[in-house]
């Protein structure tokens, strides 16, 4: 048997479901069927193996059929399972770090919060796994075949394209950061808020995949496809993008800092081109929406101002309560003691806005930037409605990297999957708020009060 990368040719991105079976792809070479003892005792002999005892032995796996057998939580770094069906496998948790999955099938396999750091992926079919959670740095997911010498000639060991497929799977929140992804088929794939920082994505066919909030800094995404995809929120800043299908994509409240797009094709991606406010203009409608809100909405016209360049501005005190600025570039602006009660501010670039002593009740910051704001002693309480019914403020999968919460109000505030690394939220009440999943690396919370908040999830670690 020998292995060789080949460049991919044809793809066939709709399997039936006969081809999702697990002998749909047959082979010349007949793959050993493993029993759950077998397995069971060669991991077993692997972990000892990693710790150095006795009676150990690497797990080689080549060429098995493993498919729909549990590996849940082992540790299997290093391992071996080369051209093995592994389909339908239960791996949530294992440790598969280092390990040779070269032209593995893995359709519908499970494996959350699996550790693939810097395995050898290439040519592997991951149609339909689930993947939510994974560490994927490093990971090798280029084009790749296995090949066998059969009557003399060289044939493949199964299906004639040599391409990475994970159409279909669930890659959210995993890392993919440094990974190599050029030429794979990532057809309507769930990569919502994963890392993909610098990874190599050149020619990928990422047509219709979601990628809302994902981190793609400095990635290279020359001529791949990523026509129709979902790209809100999304970080882009340097990333590459000559000769890019970009046509149909939703790329609103994206961070293009740095991004030449002058190569790439845009025909109807929605873009948030900001458009720059003339001082009459803001006037003009600041003053509608002030009459507005005094009078109940029967005067005035409510404030729209999304897609706008507001970058810079001083806004201070200045009342935008149930304002619209959806994917608003706010980058710097002064908002100091400002009324920005019910806002809708999703998708909005905030990062480096000074929100200090802010009226923020039930503020909607779901996926805005908000990296290096200050909103000390800003006010993000729940606002109170008729019938009891609280509103809370929303920040879900916002990023407030390095962003100054001292002494802010954030009771009953909802923060689930939120990013507050190297926040300072010292002081900050957090009573009741709703957390979950939210990355509290390296964050002050010295004298923050979270009696009360749901915690389940978290990234935590100490304040550096």
Request: net charge neutral.
């Amino acid at each position: 048997m020998n292995a060789q990368e080949t460049a991919a040719t044809n793809v066939t991105p709709n399997l039936t479901d006969a081809e999702m079976a697990p002998d749909a792809a047959p082979s010349p070479v007949a793959l050993r069927r493993v029993t759950q003892e077998e397995l069971d005792a060669v991991a077993a002999k692997h972990e000892a193996f990693v710790l150095r005892r006795p009676n150990a032995a690497r797990a080689v796996l080549k060429l098995c059929d493993l498919s729909f057998l549990d590996l849940t939580g082992r540790k299997l770094s290093g391992a071996d399972f080369t051209g093995s069906r592994m389909v339908g496998m239960k791996m949530a948790g294992t440790d598969l770090s280092g390990s040779s999955l070269f032209g593995t099938d893995l359709r519908r396999a499970h494996m959350v919060r699996a550790d693939l750091n810097r395995a050898d992926l290439r040519g592997v079919q991951l149609r339909g796994a689930i993947m939510a959670g994974c560490n994927l740095m490093h990971a090798d997911l280029r084009n790749g075949i296995l090949m066998t010498q059969s009557s003399g000639d060289l044939l493949p060991m199964a299906r004639p394209s040599a391409q990475s497929d994970l159409s279909s799977a669930v890659l959210a929140r995993s890392n993919l950061s440094q990974a190599k992804i050029s030429d794979s088929f990532v057809l309507q794939t769930d990569l919502r808020d994963t890392c993909l920082r610098g990874s190599k994505l050149m020619r990928a066919d990422l047509r219709n995949a979601d990628l809302t909030g994902c981190d793609m800094e400095g990635a290279d995404l020359s001529e791949a496809n990523l026509s129709g995809a979902k790209l809100e929120g999304a970080i882009l800043s340097r990333t590459v993008m000559r000769h890019t299908k970009l046509e149909g994509a939703n790329m609103l409240g994206a961070l293009l800092d740095g991004v030449d797009l002058s190569l790439a094709r845009t025909s109807g991606a929605r873009l948030a081109v900001a458009r720059a406010m003339l001082g009459d203009e803001l006037g003009a409608i600041l003053e509608a929406h002030d009459q507005w809100v005094a009078t109940n909405g029967k005067k005035g016209t409510r404030a729209d101002l999304s897609d706008r360049d507001l970058s810079g501005l001083d806004l201070s005190g200045v009342n935008l309560s149930a304002a619209v600025l959806r994917a608003a570039r706010l980058h710097g602006t002064d908002l100091s003691s400002a009324s920005l009660v019910t806002a809708d501010l999703e998708l909005a670039d905030l990062r480096g806005a000074v929100l200090r002593h802010a009226d923020l009740r039930g503020i909607r910051l779901h996926r805005a930037a908000l990296d290096c704001a200050d909103l000390s002693c800003a006010q993000l309480s729940p606002l109170p409605l008729t019938g009891g019914y609280l509103w809370s403020a929303d920040l879900s999968r916002a990023r407030c990297r390095k962003a100054l919460f001292t002494a802010a109000d954030l009771t009953k505030a909802r923060m689930t999957g939120t990013d507050l690394t190297g926040a300072d939220l010292a002081d900050a009440r957090l009573t009741d708020a709703v957390m979950m999943n939210a990355i509290l690396l390296h964050t002050e919370l010295e004298g923050a009060r979270l009696d009360g908040a749901d915690l389940r999830g978290a990234q935590r670690a100490l304040a550096a």
